[in-house]
């Protein structure tokens, strides 16, 4: 008995000195952390990615298609189609490598991705989750849609009158320039505006500042319809405007709950935030019509509801929803101002009035997101949360987006135009894109 309990003893010693060795060991293993791909996460992804491409088709381009004149209805879903399909294939050719190849530029993300190079099934892109990730295939995807809805906003500035040739060498260089370039500064851990620590969830100042500030470059310097002012341009079909107008809505949910990039309780703030600053800007919109013109208008409450989705872009994954509805609310009066009174005051023709609600909408949305983070109204900042310099580092953000999209959108312009010229002649114009530029008509009598 005595022999044994001295086994025991000795063996027991024994263990207590490895005990260092073996807790060492299991901290080892705990610091080294599994990446981890949840199912949940990758469907959410993938349906995220598919509701932003119906935002664009039939989405936007019903939107638009409705809101120009019927001899021009097929030549804006033309062009939103094509513009679609060809930054599909640059985003896979260099886009995605410029955006997001990996490179620690604080411009661009080099070329080492072209062609999607190692990119396979089994490669993996990080969330906002340590240790989570989801398949790099569907991040690419995703972010590609983001890339191709943006050039197509920009065309609501010049519809009916632009070349559809002069569209699509423009939408490939903007990209590439413009679009690519901003994304990684934004959205790339070493881009320039993100190392600064502004907060775009969604796309605020890539996706509509950047649109927005294009849009009225375009404007500008392609200059006003035939007859503006004169003939009646009124929209064709606000029933059209109104499905798009609703798709958008519904597509808006992959826009910004799929910017989460996990399926959790981010995504529902981003969702719910969806819901509420769209229906507060549609409620203040309709509300300035009817105060200040006598009627609230259709066409009114749509523009407001993409005020309202324009401007919680940014802000989806950081705001309460109460500060989505004052934040939406602020935008719809913003963007009013823009459409209703400056842009007569100045005349440029933003037919489509794309700077009036994407750029300044996405101005007030990415200034505004530095307010209602704030945990005292209601977001997710943290206890220390200064509204005042979170406020100061999103203005320079826009400050930056404005000035790189304000002078690449008008080179881009520029060479367009003088190699194949950005305008249609008078008669083309007169008698509409549709059959002009593409032999075709979207209504038979």
């Known amino acids: 008995m005595r022999k044994y309990l001295t086994v025991c003893g000795l063996a027991a010693a024994l263990g207590a000195l490895a005990l260092p060795v073996l807790a060492q060991e299991a901290v080892a293993e705990a610091a080294e952390v599994v990446p981890v791909m949840d199912k949940g996460d990758v469907a959410w992804m993938m349906v995220s990615t598919l509701l932003v491409l119906f935002m664009i088709l039939p989405g936007l381009a019903l939107f638009y298609g409705g809101l120009v004149r019927s001899k021009n209805m097929l030549s804006v879903l033309m062009q939103c189609t094509m513009i679609t399909a060809l930054v599909m294939v640059i985003w896979v050719v260099w886009g995605y490598s410029m955006a997001f190849g990996g490179g620690t530029g604080a411009f661009w993300g080099g070329l080492g991705k072209m062609f999607l190079a190692g990119v396979t099934p089994d490669s993996m892109a990080a969330t906002f989750t340590e240790g989570v990730v989801i398949p ?26 632009v070349k559809f040739g002069a569209v699509m060498l423009f939408t490939a260089l903007w990209v590439t320039v413009v679009y690519f370039p901003v994304a990684h500064m934004v959205w790339d851990a070493s881009g320039l505006i ?21 849009a009225l470059i375009g404007s500008l310097m392609i200059g006003p319809r035939i007859g503006l002012g004169k003939d009646m ?27 989460n990039l ?16 769209t229906a507060g800007a549609i409620l203040a919109w309709s509300g300035l019509e009817a105060v200040l013109r006598g009627k609230a208008s259709m066409l009114g409450a749509a523009s407001g509801l993409v005020a309202g989705l324009v401007a919680v872009t940014p802000a989806a994954g950081t705001v309460g ?23 007569n005051r ?12 994407h750029g300044i909408g996405g101005i007030i949305g990415a200034i505004g997101t530095g307010i209602f983070t704030a945990p005292g109204l209601g977001g997710t ?4 949360f200064s509204i005042a310099a979170q406020v100061m580092v999103q203005i320079k953000a826009v400050g930056i987006t404005v000035l790189w999209c304000a002078i690449g959108s008008a080179v881009i312009y520029k060479v367009v135009d003088l190699t194949i010229g950005l305008r249609v002649d008078t008669d083309a114009e007169r008698q509409g894109l549709d059959l002009t530029a593409h032999g075709e008509s979207a209504y038979h009598a």
Not at 144 to 159: D, R
Not at 268 to 275: C, D, G, K, Q, R
Request: include cysteine; aromatic fraction near 14%; charge should be negative.
């Open 136 to 161: 790099e295939y569907v991040f690419i995807a995703f972010q590609m849609t983001f890339a191709a809805i943006t050039p197509a906003l920009i065309v609501g500035a010049f519809a009916e009158r």
């Open 194 to 214: 993100f190392k600064m620590g502004a907060l775009d969830f969604a796309g605020g100042t890539v996706v509509h500042i950047n649109a927005g500030i294009a």
């Open 233 to 259: 341009m009124a929209p064709h079909s606000m029933t059209l405007t109104l499905v798009g107008a609703g798709i958008l809505w519904v597509g808006w949910f992959g826009f910004n709950a799929g910017s």
């Open 262 to 277: 996990e399926a959790n309780g981010g995504a529902t703030l981003a969702m719910i935030n969806t819901f509420t600053a």
């Open 321 to 343: 929803p109460v500060g989505a509805i004052a934040l939406g609310a602020i935008a719809a009066a913003g963007c009013y101002f823009f459409v209703a009174v400056v842009k």
């Open 346 to 357: 100045f005349g440029y023709d933003d037919s489509l009035d794309v700077f009036g609600i």
């Open 381 to 384: 900042g943290a206890g220390d």
